[in-house]
Structures are given as structure tokens and as C-alpha cells.
């Protein structure tokens, strides 16, 4: 059995038991009172000053590295990340395959003014209410993990939530469907999960055969200046980044250099 389908099933138990503690009438009416949520795909449709646009995420563990960074402080990062000028957060909130929690999401979001983006795999209704309720302003909705009716309900409940949404693809076929179901955003993830190897250049060929109107966000594998000009120069000007910012010592600095704007060392 391959890794996502390993993950599907978890969360379809840790579902149905988040809906025995708490019924979604309940989460509902949560979802209703909490802050309102951040601009984030608006945030996404044209490069900002720096002229590309870094989502900055916080990831304890993952499936394909292990521990990526023990002790870490979502505020803090969440914090150093803005100070360089990320234009959103991701936050994992999967516990049992990448450590994460609702906390990490919640402590990372009350530090800064970045919007949000919930990462988890949503395969329910109920985990796009959860989102909100948490104070997320976005979810990410994989293709592969659901079937494309549910992918337009979820779309169309994000809308009504006001939660922005990033629609993952990895190849061709899936990122027809995403296009079928209106994404507002797409997200092409470099990793193949079937193997855990990335390659930039998926983004690069996917990018071709997006409308011009819809962005794209290169997903996964961003670890150098040299990767953030290669896709820059294919047009693309979105990039999700966890693996690198969250093992650098210093995360603002690494932030800067993969944006340009890292302060030169000068009369030396
Ligand atoms: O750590 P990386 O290689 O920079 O990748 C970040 C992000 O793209 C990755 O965490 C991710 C992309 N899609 C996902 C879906 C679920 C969990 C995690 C992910």
C-alpha cells in the first residue's frame, strides 16, 4: 500500500472520531464566531516586491525525512518568516504522519499578520469546518486523496467559508481535474509520493498547460536561490517551502536568500 493511501485511512478514523467529540453542528457554529479569515490566494495572484512569493511552512516530521528540525518553535518561526518577507504560512496540522497539531497552526497564526494555509489531508467536509474553526484562511485540497465530486463540494463550501483553497496536482491528468473544478489556485507538487524524489521540473511542465489567469505554486523540492530562478524564468513566481527553511540555523536568513534580498556583506 502506498504512503498516501496509508495516511487516507488514518484520517478517515481520526475523523469519525473529532465528529463523536464534537458534532458538526457544534464545529459549525465554532467556525461561524472565529476571526475572519486573511486574503491568501489574493495575496498569491501577482508576485510581490520581491518578485516571487514564498508560502514559509512549518513541518515537524514527514513521512519521506523523519524528524526535520526537533524542538521547533512555531511562533518563533512563524515570526522570522515574516520578518523576511514570506507572503503567507503553512502550517501541517497532521499528527500521526508529520507530528503536527491544531496548536502549532494557531500559536504560528496569532504571531504574525501572514495568512494561513492548513495542511492536512481533507478527505471530509468536516475538516474544511475544522480549518476555519482553528483560524486557518486556507486548506489545501489534494486531488489524488478524493474524487473530483467531492473536490467541487469542497471548493464551493471553502467559498461560502470565505477560506481561500490550493488545489495539488502532480501530473497531467489530475491538474485536468482541478481546472474542472475551478481551482482558484493550483499547487504542483514536485514530489512524487510514490517514490518521495522530487523534481522541479514538474512545475515547469505543468505550467504550460495552465490558463493564464489561474497561478501556480511550485510545491516541494525549493532548496536554493539557483531553484527559485530556474522556476522564476518559467514564469512562475509562487513557491511552498518547508524541508530547507525549517533545518536552516537561521530561517529569516535562508528566507532572504531564497527571495534575493539578502543583505550583502559589504567593505570586507
Ligand atoms: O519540505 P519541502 O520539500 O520544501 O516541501 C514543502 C511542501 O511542498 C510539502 O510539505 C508538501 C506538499 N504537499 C503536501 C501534502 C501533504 C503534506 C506535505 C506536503
Known amino acids: 500500500?502506498?504512503?498516501?493511501?496509508?495516511?487516507?485511512?488514518?484520517?478517515?478514523?481520526?475523523?469519525?472520531?473529532?465528529?463523536?467529540?464534537?458534532?458538526?453542528?457544534?464545529?459549525?457554529?465554532?467556525?461561524?464566531?472565529?476571526?475572519?479569515?486573511?486574503?491568501?490566494?489574493?495575496?498569491?495572484?501577482?508576485?510581490?516586491?520581491?518578485?516571487?512569493?514564498?508560502?514559509?511552512?512549518?513541518?515537524?516530521?514527514?513521512?519521506?525525512?523523519?524528524?526535520?528540525?526537533?524542538?521547533?518553535?512555531?511562533?518563533?518561526?512563524?515570526?522570522?518568516?515574516?520578518?523576511?518577507?514570506?507572503?503567507?504560512?503553512?502550517?501541517?496540522?497532521?499528527?500521526?504522519?508529520?507530528?503536527?497539531?491544531?496548536?502549532?497552526?494557531?500559536?504560528?497564526?496569532?504571531?504574525?499578520?501572514?495568512?494561513?494555509?492548513?495542511?492536512?489531508?481533507?478527505?471530509?467536509?468536516?475538516?474544511?469546518?475544522?480549518?476555519?474553526?482553528?483560524?486557518?484562511?486556507?486548506?489545501?485540497?489534494?486531488?489524488?486523496?478524493?474524487?473530483?465530486?467531492?473536490?467541487?463540494?469542497?471548493?464551493s463550501l471553502c467559498r461560502e467559508l470565505g477560506l481561500g483553497a490550493l488545489v495539488e496536482v502532480h501530473d497531467e491528468r489530475e491538474l485536468e481535474t482541478a481546472l474542472a473544478c475551478d481551482a482558484p489556485l493550483v499547487g504542483v507538487n514536485n514530489r512524487d509520493l510514490a517514490t518521495f524524489r522530487t523534481d522541479i521540473q514538474t512545475s515547469i511542465r505543468l505550467k504550460t498547460l495552465l490558463p493564464a489567469h489561474t497561478p501556480l505554486v511550485a510545491e516541494s523540492g525549493i532548496g536554493s536561490r539557483q531553484d527559485v530562478e530556474t522556476l522564476l524564468e518559467a514564469g512562475i513566481f509562487n513557491f511552498l517551502v518547508g524541508t530547507s527553511l525549517v533545518r536552516a540555523p537561521d530561517p529569516e536568513r535562508a528566507l532572504q536568500s531564497l527571495l534575493g534580498t539578502a543583505p550583502t556583506r559589504q567593505g570586507i
Open 1 to 155: 500500500m502506498g504512503i498516501l493511501s496509508k495516511i487516507l485511512e488514518v484520517k478517515r478514523r481520526e475523523v469519525q472520531e473529532a465528529r463523536r467529540r464534537e458534532p458538526l453542528s457544534r464545529l459549525q457554529r465554532r467556525a461561524q464566531e472565529a476571526p475572519p479569515a486573511r486574503p491568501f490566494v489574493e495575496r498569491l495572484s501577482a508576485p510581490g516586491p520581491a518578485g516571487a512569493n514564498v508560502i514559509a511552512e512549518i513541518k515537524r516530521a514527514s513521512p519521506s525525512k523523519g524528524t526535520i528540525r526537533s524542538h521547533l518553535d512555531p511562533p518563533s518561526h512563524a515570526w522570522a518568516y515574516q520578518r523576511a518577507g514570506a507572503a503567507a504560512l503553512s502550517v501541517l496540522t497532521d499528527r500521526s504522519f508529520f507530528q503536527g497539531s491544531e496548536q502549532d497552526l494557531q500559536s504560528a497564526r496569532t504571531a504574525v499578520s501572514l495568512p494561513v494555509l492548513r495542511k492536512d489531508f481533507v478527505i471530509d467536509e468536516y475538516q474544511i469546518y475544522e480549518a476555519r474553526a482553528m483560524g486557518a484562511d486556507a486548506v489545501l485540497l489534494i486531488v489524488r486523496a478524493v474524487s473530483p465530486s467531492f473536490l467541487r463540494d469542497a471548493l
